[in-house]
């Protein structure tokens, strides 16, 4: 195999692997790319790979907490099976049981190795795959060096063969993803066409056939049979799917929940019944860290189902006594009384029915200001509750409700970025000829960003070295007299966060008013994971800024420009504060510190609403 091979990372197993389990095993972990991509996501993991090929595991053990160079099918190489008994949070195995002699022996002795509450993980190739069905029909089922055929495969399975596999190990599946890759568009619907008289003689139904064929891989999640006593809700979709689900209810168009520790949320603990959590996102905008990131968090749960919607949804019809909450986002009806009416259908249904909101209303853009004056908070004051994300918005909320029904979920990040190769400059003439760029990229900052601009253009004059990126704002992008500058325009959340990782200092300014006193530290946390040294005003940032430690904070402009002079000016001390930024998000604000807290919570909110309205 190529080197890259072993560094695959696939996004769907990873995406599976519970946010919160600390201790994993991965048998065949190759060079570890997996592992290390999942302790970006949390880094307090033990991540414990078995690879068959030295190579791959040299390359692992600089990733991963151990790894064993091993056949884990022969008895010659002891492994310490008898420590990993019953004490892994979750097992993975990428493209693994089809290689081995006997499978069947293989789960029933990992299943073993599970915790309590552990859940095994696994990518199997499916030979029931269009492009192996159509290859038998020609006569051909010849091995390749790489693909479903593997010469290396000695085990095939279809979906319904890979759950038998599971049964007999005393494992069943929780949730059960497809991995549907198109190799050739024209080829598959060519061999559809071809295969319509069998599917109709067969009374198949064709749009299920075609998954099962489109079908290259399934990620299975398995428990051990005796703890699935759980309701089970069908067609389970990763939350970018955003696909419809069937149902009857069409949507178109005080006191906060301390936030617990990072020690007390760091634990594993499976709930007697499963939750299913929909988030529509009315505004999805750049509102991934509110809206579909907390339910890839919320998703790599066995236990929880979750669905993503963008401004209308199907809400389906589940049993009364199953917990499922509906979260609404940036709702801004245009009738309070009519809100109220779908909110009341939906509590007949048994939904707990959320709105999450993120802004002081004075921060809004006059065209959505004007929308949200039609029905002032109505989607707030309608709810059974709202979501948001500071206390200083949560007393305002509460003012508006006249309840304290608010639970404070701080803005998180689901993972690390990768760390920047910054090799350190050696000798004046280096540390001269470093090139740095300067990230300004803020929604409704225009006039701090243009006061700022006046200020700081004689540290760009005076350091051709570094370069002003903004972003989005071009009135702060023309205020900006300086040669080195470069304009971005609105760009998508990931390509976002491919920027920032191109810069190395942050400008963070944000005016002392009611509005602004209730915005997050979003900004600086997201900048903070990519190594970048903020410069931050004292309004919101002061509370998360360790004042020259991981990061600086300035009471005006020109201490603004005194800062990033001294910052731009000295390598040694801006890495400094970089690194212990990016240590900060690492140890407190990552979405696998809080998740079992945050589906408790949702949980109990909705026992306790079901509770007080039966």
């Known amino acids: 195999m190529k080197p890259a091979y072993y560094n695959n990372v696939n996004p769907d197993l990873l995406a599976a692997i519970p946010l919160h389990a600390t201790k994993v095993l991965e048998l065949g972990a190759g060079a570890g790319a997996l592992g290390a991509a999942f302790k970006r996501r949390n880094p307090q993991a033990n991540w414990i790979g078995v690879e068959l090929m030295q190579e791959p595991a040299a390359m692992a053990a600089e990733r991963l907490d151990e790894i064993y160079v091993a056949d884990v099918e022969s008895d010659r190489v002891e492994l310490p099976w008898a420590s990993w008994h019953?004490?892994?949070?979750?097992?993975?195995?990428?493209?693994?049981?089809?290689?081995?002699?006997?499978?069947?022996?293989m789960l029933s002795r990992l299943a073993a190795c599970l915790s309590p509450d552990g859940v095994l993980l696994a990518c199997i190739p499916n030979v029931g795959h269009?492009?192996?069905?159509?290859?038998?029909?020609?006569?051909?089922?010849?091995?390749?060096?790489?693909?479903?055929?593997?010469r290396t495969h000695l085990r095939f399975f279809t979906a319904s063969s890979m759950l038998e596999l599971f049964q007999r190990a005393g494992l069943a599946a929780s949730k059960m993803r497809a991995r549907e890759i198109v190799v050739n568009k024209e080829g598959f619907e060519a061999f559809v066409e071809?295969?319509?008289?069998?599917?109709?003689?067969?009374?198949?139904?064709?749009?299920?056939?075609?998954?099962?064929?489109?079908?290259?891989?399934?990620?299975?999640?398995?428990?051990?049979?005796?703890?699935?006593g759980i309701s089970q809700l069908p067609g389970a979709k990763a939350p970018q799917e955003a696909k419809a689900i069937p149902g009857a209810e069409a949507i178109r168009g005080g006191k906060a929940i301390p936030e617990p520790s990072a020690a007390q949320a760091v634990r594993v603990r499976s709930r007697a019944s499963k939750l299913v959590i929909v988030m529509l996102a009315m505004a999805p905008g750049f509102a991934d860290v509110r809206t579909r990131l907390p339910l890839l968090a919320f998703g790599s749960l066995v236990d929880v189902e979750v669905h993503y919607f963008e401004r209308s949804a199907q809400i389906p019809d589940l049993p009364l006594d199953l917990p499922k909450v509906l979260i609404v986002q940036r709702q801004l009806p245009s009738s309070l009384v009519e809100w109220q009416q779908t909110v009341q259908r939906l509590e007949a249904k048994g939904w707990l029915v959320l709105a999450e909101w993120d802004d002081h209303p004075s921060l809004f853009a006059p065209r959505i200001k004007e929308h949200f004056?039609?029905?002032?908070?109505?989607?707030?004051?309608?709810?059974?509750?709202?979501?948001?994300?500071?206390?200083?918005?949560?007393?305002?909320?509460?003012?508006?409700?006249?309840?304290?029904?608010?639970?404070l979920f701080d803005n998180r990040l689901i993972e690390l970025p990768p760390l920047k190769s910054s090799p350190t400059p050696v000798g004046a003439e280096a540390v001269a000829a470093e090139k740095i760029a300067v990230f300004f990229g803020a929604l409704n900052r225009t006039q701090e960003g243009i006061e700022l601009m006046r200020a700081i253009a004689p540290v760009f004059r005076a350091y051709p070295q570094a370069e002003l990126v903004v972003?989005?704002?071009?009135?702060?992008?023309?205020?900006?007299?300086?040669?080195?500058?470069?304009?971005?325009?609105?760009l998508s959340y990931d390509q976002y966060h491919q920027l920032l990782a191109q810069c190395h200092i942050a400008l963070l300014p944000l005016a002392d008013h009611e509005g602004n006193a209730c915005k997050s530290d979003l900004k600086f946390i997201e900048c903070a994971a990519h190594e970048m040294a903020c410069i931050a005003s004292p309004t919101v940032y002061a509370a998360s800024i360790d004042e020259g430690m991981n990061g600086l904070i300035a009471a005006d402009v020109q201490e603004f420009a005194v800062a990033l002079e001294d910052l731009i000016k000295n390598h040694a001390r801006r890495r400094a504060i970089a690194q212990s930024a990016r240590q900060y998000v690492s140890e407190h604000r990552l979405w696998s510190q809080v998740l079992t807290l945050r589906v408790e919570a949702l949980e109990q909110a909705w026992r306790q609403w079901r509770k007080l309205h039966t």
């Open 86 to 105: 019953a004490a892994m949070d979750a097992i993975v195995l990428g493209d693994i049981l089809e290689h081995l002699k006997d499978p069947w022996a």
């Open 471 to 490: 972003l989005q704002d071009r009135a702060v992008f023309e205020a900006a007299s300086v040669d080195q500058k470069r304009f971005v325009p609105q």
């Open 373 to 407: 004056d039609r029905a002032p908070w109505a989607s707030v004051k309608a709810a059974h509750g709202v979501v948001t994300s500071t206390p200083r918005l949560a007393k305002e909320i509460a003012k508006v409700r006249g309840d304290d029904r608010i639970l």
């Open 194 to 228: 071809s295969m319509k008289p069998w599917i109709a003689s067969a009374a198949e139904d064709l749009a299920v056939v075609r998954q099962r064929w489109l079908s290259l891989q399934y990620v299975i999640r398995a428990v051990p049979s005796a703890r699935l």
């Open 130 to 150: 269009w492009t192996v069905i159509d290859g038998l029909l020609r006569g051909d089922f010849s091995y390749r060096d790489q693909g479903l055929l593997d």
